[in-house]
């Protein structure tokens, strides 16, 4: 168990570091959502259960879809389907 | 006027205001720094892109690089930040070293109130999870004001965001008004997961004060399969059992009651008066008193917020 314990705080460490030097926004929303599920798995090591059911919810999940949704309406993510959208409508 | 500040240009207080509202200008002369006034923008005369002189940009831009103050400035920058940076890691890590060893009997953290907690709680509150006694219970007014907080996040990115449906039908170009298009991996994937998704978060919010876990954490995993629902089927879809009217009433509704239910029990509470909640036998799921409808009111708070968060990102209406 210690060992799994370094591991997954070395790989905070890294994500927490790699976030601050990717250059694309999207892919360092993704690197904080492995942040997110990375913490939320210690919490449950150091055995608070609550904690890591809302890091997992409210991290990974919920403020990362804001972050993809906001990226996308500053026109930081490239959008695919759009243009077929825009002629159908 | 100019009689009385004669040297107003050079004046200290002069070049400050001119710094602060950032029309100073660091490249000597060369370049107007002033942001423009929006009656000024209106011209075409004032920026016009294609009639720039590219000799002149050149020029500028070969002056930026050589420009003294400008690398004195970046490399203090750099300097500046990495020193900040350090100082910041060197103050974390001696707060982290100094603090007292975990399990320690003779630590500070190890009082009179976390042994009321831990020895008192169950027969207090009711509660058997021992963190549902100390939030809800002897830390109630606490998490009523978290609740408000969340309620008063939720005004604000409505009003920021907000947009009428009027609106949001007339327009055709922007993306606020399609909805996703139908994917038959994505809805059999959402159909199959959203309900036990749901059904987890109504286990957790119901057991919250059995199992670790509560409103929070229960409605935060209800609010996330929500918008997993709303990004595979579209608004439309969700508006037959989830629209604006449902929220502002479940919303307000949870909160209303919430606030009673505290009001009564501090009445109770500062008055020594017996309270009318069963505190019942602990281990049950209709135990625990207040605690139950508190933890059903803060989960459906939580999944309105969260939900309602990610619709006006989306789409500017519910």
Not at chain 2, 168 to 182: A, G, H, Q, R, S
Not at chain 2, 288 to 313: D, H, K, Q, S
Request: proline content about 4%; aromatic content about 12%; some cysteine.
């Amino acid at each position: 168990m210690e060992v799994f314990k370094v591991i997954l705080l070395l790989f905070l460490i890294v994500c927490a570091v790699s976030v601050s030097f990717i250059k694309s926004p999207l892919t360092s929303v993704i690197v904080f959502m492995s942040y997110s599920v990375v913490m939320s798995m210690i919490w449950f090591i150091l055995e608070s259960p609550d904690l890591a059911i809302t890091e997992a919810a409210v991290g990974a999940g919920v403020s990362s879809i804001l972050f993809f949704v906001t990226l996308r309406k500053i026109q930081a993510i490239a959008q695919k389907g759009d243009g077929n959208e825009q002629n159908q409508g | 006027m100019s009689r009385i500040r004669d040297n107003y240009e050079n004046s200290l207080w002069n070049r400050l205001t001119r710094w602060v509202n950032g029309e100073t200008d660091p490249f000597k002369g060369r370049m107007e720094m002033k942001p423009l006034r929006e009656a000024e923008l209106k011209g075409d005369s004032v920026y016009n892109p294609d009639h720039l002189d590219q000799a002149k940009v050149d020029d500028y831009l070969d002056h930026l690089e050589k420009n003294k103050e400008m690398k004195a400035f970046r490399v203090l920058y750099c300097l500046g930040s990495i020193a900040l940076c350090l100082l910041l890691i060197s103050v974390l890590l001696l707060t982290v070293s100094n603090l007292p060893v975990l399990g320690d009997p003779n630590g500070p953290n190890n009082n009179l109130v976390s042994w009321r907690y831990i020895e008192d709680g169950v027969e207090e509150f009711g509660a058997t999870n021992l963190v549902a006694n100390m939030i809800l219970g002897y830390r109630g007014f606490d998490t009523f004001g978290e609740t408000c907080v969340l309620f008063i996040a939720a005004t604000c990115v409505i009003i920021l965001l907000r947009r009428d449906e009027e609106e949001i039908e007339n327009t055709k170009e922007t993306d606020w008004k399609y909805e996703p298009k139908p994917d038959a991996i994505l809805q059999t994937v959402t159909s199959i997961l959203v309900p036990v998704i749901f059904l987890y978060g109504f286990y957790i919010i119901l057991n919250g004060h059995l199992s670790p876990g509560g409103g929070f954490s229960g409605g935060a995993t209800i609010g996330a399969g929500l918008i997993l629902y709303v990004t595979t089927f579209g608004f439309h879809k969700t508006q037959r059992f989830f629209s604006e009217k449902t929220y502002d009433m479940v919303k307000v509704g949870a909160l209303s009651l919430y606030s009673v239910t505290m009001i009564y029990y501090f009445y109770t509470g500062a008055n020594m008066i017996r309270n009318l909640f069963p505190l019942g036998n602990p281990g049950d799921i209709l135990s625990a008193g207040m605690i139950l409808p508190i933890n059903i009111f803060v989960g459906l708070e939580v999944a309105c917020t969260m939900y309602a968060f990610f619709a006006l990102f989306r789409r500017g209406g519910m």
